[in-house]
């Protein structure tokens, strides 16, 4: 935690905000300077600050996971990547799912994808989502082209096509809320201009940021636009992977009892207009995720 100190030269106090972490083996510190008095606005530069560490430490870990990770996959013969890849499908399709409500269970889940079973006394609509989500997801993995609008809309469209076919792969024309968030998303007629804006970011950005932050960020952006009637949290979760995926890094799932703090991290985000707050809850998930790769 940031922590404020005072140096005293002759008669007169300079006041600095500093913050130690652990970065790799040794112990870093961040310092900043604050002047004579400490400013009204210290609760945001001892965050700001602490965010900055976070940025440093994700960097350093990530080039170990990265490494890690492309050396453990080279390892494994095409047919257990493919099963890992299916092994994570199903906890993310489930995790995904219950987190907008699914009354699909883990082992309803891993029987339908595993071993085509139909779960019993359960929703169609919810067992046809599953399935189209379970397609969206191997158009992802098997995507290799450039990242566009189309692109996303045809994964929309496969995951609903089968359930609600109405809005797969269609751009809302009405208002939307989400009930129990504070957040407020755009009018329609403003959604293709933030679509455009949003696919220019990231054209822009995606040799920049390191991958874990631009796909929180990926993620944060899209579901603010909320540019579909539904589906909108599980495409931008879906997104989110194919940053992860097309830099070489290992997918995360955001799990259903992480629930609380996602939807939490989010909304401060968003009604503050501050993405830190989303990527500091993306990136602890992740270099957590994937500490045995560290």
């Given at each position: 935690?940031?922590?404020?100190?005072k140096r005293?030269?002759?008669?007169?106090s300079y006041?600095?905000?500093?913050h130690?972490f652990?970065?790799?083996?040794?112990?870093?510190?961040?310092?900043?300077?604050?002047?004579?008095?400490?400013?009204?606005?210290?609760d945001?530069?001892?965050?700001n600050?602490?965010?900055?560490?976070?940025?440093?430490?994700?960097?350093?870990?990530?080039k170990?996971?990265?490494?890690?990770?492309?050396?453990?996959?080279?390892?494994?013969p095409?047919?257990e990547r493919?099963?890992?890849?299916?092994d994570?499908?199903?906890?993310?399709?489930?995790?995904?799912?219950?987190?907008?409500?699914?009354?699909?269970?883990?082992?309803?889940?891993k029987?339908?994808?595993?071993?085509n079973?139909?779960?019993?006394s359960?929703?169609?609509?919810?067992?046809?989502?599953?399935?189209?989500?379970?397609?969206?997801?191997?158009?992802?993995?098997?995507?290799?082209?450039?990242?566009?609008?189309?692109v996303?809309?045809?994964?929309?469209?496969?995951m609903?096509?089968?359930?609600?076919?109405?809005?797969?792969?269609k751009?809302?024309?009405?208002?939307?809320?989400?009930?129990?968030?504070?957040?407020?998303?755009?009018?329609?007629?403003?959604?293709?201009?933030?679509?455009?804006?949003?696919?220019?970011?990231?054209?822009?950005?995606?040799?920049?940021?390191?991958?874990?932050?631009?796909?929180?960020?990926?993620?944060l952006?899209?579901?603010?636009?909320?540019?579909?009637?539904?589906?909108?949290?599980?495409?931008?979760?879906?997104l989110?992977?194919?940053?992860?995926?097309?830099?070489?890094?290992?997918?995360?799932?955001?799990?259903?009892n992480?629930?609380?703090?996602?939807?939490?991290?989010?909304?401060s985000?968003?009604?503050?207009e501050?993405?830190?707050?989303?990527?500091?809850?993306?990136?602890r998930?992740y270099?957590?995720?994937?500490?045995?790769?560290?």
């Open positions: 935690m940031a922590t404020i100190k005293k030269i002759g008669k007169q006041y600095y905000v500093e130690s652990k970065l790799g083996r040794r112990v870093k510190v961040l310092s900043k300077y604050l002047g004579k008095n400490v400013p009204y606005n210290i945001d530069i001892k965050d600050l602490e965010h900055d560490a976070l940025r440093l430490n994700m960097l350093s870990k990530l170990s996971i990265k490494a890690s990770y492309k050396r453990e996959q080279s390892k494994l095409k047919q493919e099963k890992l890849i299916e994570f499908l199903v906890h993310f399709i489930y995790d995904s799912s219950k987190i907008e409500g699914s009354s699909l269970t883990l082992n309803d889940t029987g339908l994808f595993l071993h079973i139909m779960p019993k359960k929703p169609a609509k919810d067992v046809k989502e599953a399935e189209g989500y379970r397609k969206a997801f191997y158009s992802m993995i098997d995507f290799k082209g450039k990242l566009r609008l189309q996303v809309n045809k994964w929309h469209e496969i609903f096509k089968d359930a609600m076919d109405y809005i797969a792969g751009i809302r024309l009405h208002k939307i809320t989400v009930t129990g968030s504070r957040a407020s998303f755009p009018h329609p007629e403003d959604v293709p201009k933030l679509l455009k804006g949003f696919f220019g970011w990231y054209k822009k950005e995606q040799k920049k940021l390191n991958p874990i932050e631009l796909a929180a960020l990926a993620h952006k899209f579901v603010s636009i909320h540019p579909y009637s539904d589906g909108n949290g599980r495409i931008s979760r879906l989110a992977n194919y940053v992860l995926k097309s830099h070489g890094c290992p997918m995360l799932n955001i799990k259903f992480d629930r609380a703090a996602y939807y939490r991290s989010l909304e985000s968003q009604t503050n501050k993405p830190k707050y989303f990527v500091r809850f993306f990136a998930r270099l957590k995720e994937n500490k045995r790769l560290v």
